[in-house]
């Protein structure tokens, strides 16, 4: 057996070496974030505008709405919504939440009030970011909302006046709470194996890990400068891939992220070009996109691609072949994670010598996995399916009041019982085979058959009701 595998206990070790993690108990994910010294120049660009936010302005905007949101009552442990689209102040109003010690919600912005009322009330939510358009939907429910705005021209306008207080707020923080890493930073909303979706409950410990073991780590291993990265950030930051990357991990990193609001192909195209983008996570959908796209033109538009990472959701060879012929100089990798592992699971990684493109990659560092018969219960060896488990520094806490849940979710020695089938192969890179849960994957999106079971049940037409993937 190989030497990642222990054949006993029938645990997989990551082929990476260990990465340290810290180990102090009052260690915050935002003063983590800006302990990392870099030299970087532009943190956060809006695509449609060229509005951008420099590093050394990051993190005062940061304490700017952090205290105005002191003065506005909000205390460590409090519930903010973001219901937002992407945009440059996404980051700032997600960090600057956590910079007080209170909790963050994120949720799609086109969630019905159904949904939203539904978090609302489970999480207790007092507050709510959006934008203008939803401002509406969360009229019936009682909280307080502040609008967002698109980017710097926006905040003229008088809609936003609150959001524009909030962003000049001179500092005025008496003195920060004491934020232990064990404190809850946000809930992700995710169905899990089974059921309606349920709030994922990650702490500040959970999401340290993640810029480690994810996007901090995946840096280290290539050679050059991550501050001459720039990343497309298309994919929404309210789900766990997008808010991972561009709201956290890669401003650690001293990287550009260029923000784009919603996925359109030629915008796509112009925002490569212009910004020189380098780096562009994907969901599978955007990927057949860029190889339709690829095909209409001659080079030059796409030069400035280093890499692509697709993950989320399944992806055929077929696809990967295409993409790989359409764009033969773009490092392409898949990635596989979970919102209750904190996105941390697995990322591919070529080199020269070896490329494995239809695999998930390897086990990210300090991460161990099992691969189970659902049947027997039995460990199974490289080269066999099963379920896959995984433990590590990254796995949540536990679902927002639900105990039991999360006592079948994850066991009793800290495995998460992911619903996965895969494979290790020999080389110890991981394959994703079949889903053993029953959620629905659109676009990379979760959908819960059962949230739309409760949903149709509701019409008058409709007697009973069973929805399948
Ligand atoms: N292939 C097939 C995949 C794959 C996949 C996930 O909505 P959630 O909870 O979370 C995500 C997270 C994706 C992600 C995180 C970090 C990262 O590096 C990365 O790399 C590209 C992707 O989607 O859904 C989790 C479920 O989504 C399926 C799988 O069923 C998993 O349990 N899934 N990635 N590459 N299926």
Known sequence: HPHWFSPKSGIYHSKHAPVDLPNDPFLDLVSFIFSHRHNGVSALVD???????????????????????????????????????????????????????????????????????????ECGVSLAFTVPENEKKLEPLGISVIAVPENEKGLKDGCFSCFCDLISCDFDLPKRPVIKQDDTAGILYSSGTTGV????????????????????????????????????????????????????????????????????????????????????????????????????VNGGEFQSLVQVSS???????????????????????????????????????????????????????????????????????????GELRLRGPSIMTGYLNNEEVTMSTIDKDGWLHTGDVVYFDHDGYLHISDRLKDIIKYKGFQIAPADLEAVLILHPEIVDVAVTR
Not at 58 to 78: I, N
Not at 92 to 117: C, D, H, K, W
Not at 328 to 350: C, H, K, L
Request: with cysteine; aromatic share 10%; net charge positive.
């Open 47 to 121: 695509s449609s505008s060229g509005c951008s936010i420099s590093y050394p302005k990051l993190l005062p905007l940061v304490k700017s709405v952090a205290s105005g949101l002191h003065r506005m009552g909000v205390s460590q442990g409090d519930v903010v919504l973001l219901l937002l689209p992407n945009s440059i102040y996404y980051p700032i109003v997600f960090l600057a939440v956590l910079y007080i010690g209170a909790i963050v919600t994120p949720l799609n912005p086109l969630s019905s009030v159904y949904e939203i009322r539904r978090q609302v009330s």
């Open 197 to 296: 979706s349920k709030g994922v409950v990650l702490s500040h410990k959970n999401l340290v890990a993640m810029v480690e073991l994810f996007v901090r780590f995946e840096a280290s291993q290539y050679e050059g400068s991550c501050l001459r990265n720039v990343y497309l950030a298309v994919l929404p930051m309210f789900h766990v891939y997008g808010l991972s990357l561009f709201a956290v991990g890669l401003l650690s990193l001293g990287s550009t992220v260029v923000v784009m609001r919603k996925f359109d192909i030629d915008e796509v195209v112009r925002v490569i070009d212009e910004y020189k983008v380098t780096h562009f996570p994907v969901v599978p959908p955007m990927l057949t996109a860029l190889i339709k796209r690829a095909k209409g």
């Open 311 to 385: 993950g989320a959701a399944p992806l055929s060879m077929g696809v990967i072949n295409e993409f790989i012929r359409a764009f033969p100089n773009v490092d392409f990798i898949q990635g596989y994670g979970m919102t209750e592992s904190t996105a941390v699971g697995t990322r591919g990684f070529n080199t020269e010598k070896f490329r494995n493109y239809s695999s998930i990659g390897l086990l990210a560092p300090n991460m161990e996995a099992k691969v189970v018969d659902w049947n027997t219960g039995a460990f199974l060896p490289p080269g066999s399916s």
